[in-house]
């Protein structure tokens, strides 16, 4: 975990979040959200998300389809968003915001990540990623790595950013990121 945060920076944290996206979201989505980064701990998420509902900050704005409350910012907590949200340093709030907003595209959308890992006869391990869009294969991969422990943060990794290493996928195979290769990419003869 690279960067922590005390309580009150939680609170403004979540509350930035809320108000950015501008629509109400259930508890479990804003989890996976908050997951994204290592910023804040799900204890801490958990007590101050159940301070800023006390505080009047955040308040139930109906249900989703399966039932679960959704939960937006009020007016005050948007008045307390936007006069706060300098404490914490911009690149985070922006690199927060981003994921989140990349992660609710990949939930429209119906994007499911699927993992398996499978231990080979010479020690090493089979990894498996794809991706399913609404039922049908968008992606899938597989690599063999040397170690279980390599192979359980790359699953983990993937659970976590399936779009982010999709995109990366695309960008490198497309050219866009031709910095990888040192060179402009589409500029070669084969």
């Not at 959704?70 to 008045?79: K, N």
């Not at 999709?166 to 589409?186: A, D, K, L, T, W």
């Amino acid at each position: 975990m690279g960067v922590t945060m005390g309580k009150r920076n939680v609170r403004i944290y979540l509350l930035y979040l809320l108000e950015n996206i501008d629509y109400p979201l259930d508890y479990p989505t804003l989890v996976d959200i908050v997951r994204q980064n290592d910023y804040v701990a799900y204890l801490d998420l958990a007590e101050e998300f159940a301070e800023l509902q006390t505080m009047g900050l955040v308040e139930k704005a109906g249900q989703n389809d399966r039932g679960e409350d959704l939960f937006a910012v009020t007016r005050q907590g948007r008045l307390v968003a936007d006069s706060l949200n300098g404490e914490i340093m911009a690149p985070i709030l922006d690199k927060s915001l981003n994921d989140a907003l990349r992660y609710l595209d990949f939930k429209a959308r119906g994007v499911t990540p699927h993992t398996a890992m499978e231990r080979l006869a010479d020690g090493r391990v089979s990894v498996k990623l794809w991706l399913d869009e609404k039922g049908t294969e968008l992606w899938r991969t597989e690599l063999v790595v040397d170690t279980v422990n390599r192979a359980t943060r790359m699953v983990d990794n993937f659970s976590r950013h399936p779009d982010a290493v999709y995109r990366g996928v695309m960008s490198i195979v497309s050219g866009n990121v031709n910095y990888i290769f040192g060179e402009n990419i589409e500029k070669r003869q084969y």
